[in-house]
C-alpha cells in the first residue's frame, strides 16, 4: 500500500512541478518529487534526514544554477540562486551550532530555495511563511504529545514542513 501512495504522490508532485516550472529547472523538482515521500517518512520516524536523499538534491540544485551561469537555459536568477543556497548553508549551520536544527534540514532547506528561486524568487515569500507556519504547528505537537508521555518527544521533524512550503509554493506558482 505504502508503494502505492508514494508512487500516486510523486505522479501528482511531478504534474504539479511540471506545471510550475520551467524545463531548465525541472531537474532538482524531479529528484525532490522522487524523494519527498521517503524524506517525510524517515523525518517523522527518526527525526534524522539522510544524507543519500538531501545531498544530491543539493548538488542537482548546484549544477543546474552553475550551467544556468554558463549558458541561457530559461532558468530565473541563477546567480541569486547560488547566493541564496550559500545564505541558507551558513545561517542553517550556525543555527545547527546552535542546535536549533539538524543538518539534513540545513541542506533540505538549501535545495528547496535555490530550486524556488530557479522558478521565480517571489516563490521565497510563500514558502517561507508555509514553512513557518507548518514549523510552529510541528513544535506545538510536539510539545503537547510530548507532556502527554512518560517519555519527552525527541524534536521536530522540521523535514516534513520544509517541503509542504516548497509544494505549496509550487502550486501557487502552477496555478499563476
Given amino acids: 500500500m505504502t508503494v502505492l501512495v508514494d508512487s500516486l504522490l510523486i505522479l501528482l508532485l511531478c504534474g504539479l512541478g511540471v506545471m510550475a516550472v520551467p524545463p531548465a529547472a525541472l531537474a532538482?523538482?524531479?529528484?525532490?518529487?522522487?524523494?519527498?515521500p521517503a524524506l517525510?517518512?524517515?523525518?517523522?520516524?527518526?527525526?534524522?534526514?539522510?544524507?543519500?536523499?538531501?545531498?544530491?538534491?543539493l548538488g542537482i540544485v548546484v549544477v543546474t544554477a552553475v550551467v544556468g551561469l554558463c549558458v541561457e537555459t530559461g532558468?530565473?536568477?541563477?546567480?541569486?540562486?547560488?547566493?541564496?543556497?550559500?545564505a541558507v548553508l551558513v545561517g542553517g549551520w550556525a543555527a545547527t551550532r546552535a542546535g536549533a536544527v539538524g543538518l539534513g534540514d540545513v541542506k533540505l532547506a538549501g535545495s528547496l530555495v535555490g530550486s524556488l528561486v530557479l522558478v521565480d524568487g517571489t516563490a521565497l515569500v510563500l514558502f517561507a511563511a508555509v514553512t513557518s507556519a507548518a514549523g510552529v504547528g510541528a513544535i506545538l505537537l510536539t510539545t503537547v504529545r510530548g507532556r502527554s508521555r512518560a517519555v519527552p518527544a525527541r524534536g521536530v521533524a522540521y523535514g516534513p514542513c520544509l517541503l509542504l512550503g516548497y509544494w505549496?509554493?509550487?502550486?501557487?506558482?502552477?496555478?499563476?
Avoid at 40 to 57: K, Q, S
Avoid at 79 to 84: D, I, K, S
Avoid at 168 to 176: M, P
Fill in 28 to 36: 532538482p523538482m524531479v529528484w525532490l518529487a522522487f524523494t519527498t
Fill in 40 to 57: 517525510v517518512r524517515h523525518d517523522v520516524a527518526v527525526r534524522r534526514l539522510p544524507n543519500a536523499l538531501t545531498l544530491p538534491a
Fill in 75 to 86: 532558468a530565473q536568477d541563477p546567480e541569486v540562486a547560488l547566493v541564496a543556497v550559500a
Fill in 168 to 176: 505549496a509554493s509550487l502550486a501557487v506558482e502552477a496555478l499563476t
